[in-house]
């Protein structure tokens, strides 16, 4: 009977190799996932409370938005109620609410960028 070789230490046979993706560094990639899913989820709640005012010409109007794109507020001035400029006033509203709106992405940019930084995710998937 022919004698069988010893394995160099560390060695280990294809059909022996641990289950699951592996991290580098040891860490099981589907436990990461789930942690950042969890964070991610506390980062979102936080922004359903986060609030961004914004108030163009000079005050009059001003928009409340949350970190989640969500208008909760419009206050409008009555002076800037003109009858004959509704125009400007839609303009004023228009304005505030993109404003309240971009101020908002940001945010929410910012709570949920550190998360995901080294993902190298397309912008806007999460």
């Known amino acids: 009977m022919a004698k ?3 394995a160099p230490k560390g060695y280990r046979s294809p059909g022996s190799r641990p289950k699951g993706p592996r991290m580098p560094g040891g860490g099981d990639m ?3 996932f789930q942690a950042l899913q969890e ?3 506390r980062q ?3 922004l359903a409370e986060e609030t961004v005012e914004v108030s ?3 005050g009059v109007v001003k928009v409340v938005a949350t970190g989640q794109q969500e208008i909760l507020a419009i ?3 009555p002076e800037v109620v003109d009858p004959d400029d509704v125009e400007m006033l839609e303009d004023l509203v228009l304005s505030a609410v993109n404003q309240a709106l971009e101020q908002s992405r940001k ?3 910012e709570r949920m ?3 995901t930084a080294g993902l190298n995710l397309p912008p806007g998937l999460l």
């Open 4 to 6: 069988r070789k010893k």
């Open 30 to 32: 589907m436990a990461q």
């Open 39 to 41: 964070e991610m989820a």
């Open 44 to 46: 979102q709640a936080a």
């Open 56 to 58: 163009v010409g000079g």
């Open 75 to 77: 206050s409008i001035q």
């Open 107 to 109: 945010l929410a940019e």
């Open 113 to 115: 960028g550190g998360l």
